[in-house]
């Protein structure tokens, strides 16, 4: 199952450094391609206001 990226995003940038697939589109709020996510968690490990969650 792919995470979700919530509307406490804050646009940071830090997520999509961290997604070894590249599932991570920018924003206003970032948006994580379901399609692509691997469910490794390695975005949720890293947002400052977590709002990165398991779908």
Known sequence: MA????EDCTACGTCIDECPVEAISSGDIYKIDAEICTDCGSCADVCPVEAIHPA
């Not at 995470?3 to 919530?6: A, E, R, S, T």
């Open 3 to 6: 995470y979700k990226i919530g």
